[in-house]
Nanobody, 116 residues
Framework: QVQLVESGGGTVQAGGTLRLSCRHLGDIFSIYDMSWYRQAPGKQRELVASITTGGLLNYDESVKGRFTISRDNVRNTVNLQMNSLKPEDTAVYYC??????????WGQGTQVTVSS
């Protein structure tokens, strides 16, 4: 029903910038709350940022002031602008789409590596 395809990951030096993009396929994008999660090696998956169907935003404290989530309901994409990257940001980043409290879809993930 829903497919999520992430892109934009890569390797960057500390202080650098990356922009992740997630393309949403298979359903009406505008009715889904969208989020970015990340999972570092040996750690649990954690919420990075989210944006609701109405445009309300939420960020993890560790990325406030550095990351910005946005959505484009015409192109059916959600983006994550990541500035001032730190080595601690190194992880696989996953796009997530939620239609209800019990219905969530996940992308395959894109690797972000920040070197010191």
């Amino acid at each position: 029903q829903v497919q999520l395809v992430e892109s934009g990951g890569g390797t960057v030096q500390a202080g650098g910038t990356l922009r992740l993009s997630c393309r949403h396929l298979g359903d009406i994008f505008s009715i889904y709350d969208m989020s970015w999660y990340r999972q570092a090696p040996g750690k649990q998956r954690e919420l990075v940022a989210s944006i609701t169907t109405g445009g309300l935003l939420n960020y993890d404290e560790s990325v406030k002031g550095r990351f910005t989530i946005s959505r484009d309901n015409v192109r059916n994409t959600v983006n994550l602008q990541m500035n001032s990257l730190k080595p601690e940001d190194t992880a696989v980043y996953y796009c997530s789409a939620r239609k209800s409290i019990t219905k969530t879809w996940w992308g395959q993930g894109t690797q972000v590596t920040v070197s010191s």
